[in-house]
């Protein structure tokens, strides 16, 4: 880790948001970037496992490169010293991932995170006075789609997201709706992530499943919480009835297998 730069000089005024494990900041020297400065440095496997992501040109092939670059907050630059990794540059959500949400009479631009898309009561409360997203079914199966693809790609190279809720993944509302997973440095190798397992409430999976089956599993339940529109659903033999009929018998069955 020798040859990582320093972080950059960091403007206070930029901050974009706040998080438990880093701050969020516009980087002054590309407009579609940001700066994450961790709130504790990076050390070790760990440390290394980030630098090898911000590396993925060396170990990916180009249409991976351009899936994982594209549809996660990927590492592009990493800052640090000789024994740590204390930040990094990722790209921020693109346009197509914000909608503006009204609560209390106070408008605000917000990212499009599927929790909004996944509990169809929360539209309904009295202090929610702006419109529901306009967000089909079919607009559904299509994120649900492209959330499945990126999921691949990061499998087929031996790494792990770990942290699927629908507060990490926002849709992207382009022409084809898709995904953009946030915390991608949560993303890490099986062995690692079998060290260090995250632990999502409302998100639990069943006993004894390896880094990938969890991601598995949760993709399941968040694709199904997308589909049903109900926040603490999860697919099993009598609530996939929730589902349309042809649905339920094309993929309901694998979704409760997952």
């Not at 005024?13 to 440095?41: M, Q």
């Not at 090898?52 to 899936?67: F, G, H, K």
């Not at 009204?102 to 202090?127: G, M, N, P």
């Not at 629908?166 to 709706?177: K, L, Y």
Request: glycine share 6%; proline share 8%.
């Amino acid at each position: 880790m020798s040859n990582l730069p320093a972080l950059p000089p960091i403007d206070p005024s930029a901050k974009i948001n706040s998080g438990a494990f880093g701050t969020l900041y516009r980087d002054p020297r590309n407009p579609a970037h940001c700066i994450k400065v961790l709130k504790t440095p990076m050390l070790g496997e760990e440390a290394r496992s980030l630098i090898r992501l911000a590396e993925i040109t060396r170990w990916a092939r180009p249409s991976d490169v351009e899936q994982l670059v594209t549809r996660f907050a990927w590492p592009i630059e990493i800052f640090g010293d000789d024994d740590a990794v204390h930040g990094y540059t990722m790209p921020l959500a693109p346009n197509s991932c914000y909608f503006e949400l009204t609560v209390a009479k106070r408008t605000k631009r917000e990212t499009l995170q599927i929790k909004f898309l996944t509990d169809d009561s929360y539209w309904r409360s009295a202090a929610v006075t702006g419109p529901k997203p306009n967000v089909s079914y079919q607009d559904r199966l299509e994120i649900a789609i492209d959330c499945l693809d990126s999921m691949e790609v990061l499998h087929r190279h031996g790494l792990a997201y770990g942290d699927i809720s629908g507060n990490n993944i926002v849709a992207r509302m382009d022409a084809r709706p898709g995904v953009f997973f946030f915390d991608a440095d949560s993303i890490t190798t099986v062995d690692l992530r079998n060290a260090s397992p995250l632990v999502s409430p409302g998100w639990e999976t069943p006993e004894g499943l390896d880094p990938l089956a969890i991601d598995r599993s949760r993709f399941a339940i968040l694709v199904f919480r997308l589909l049903v529109e109900q926040p603490n659903a999860k697919p099993d033999w009598e609530t996939i009835e929730l589902l349309p009929a042809n649905d339920k018998n094309v993929f309901g069955e694998a979704l409760v297998r997952c």
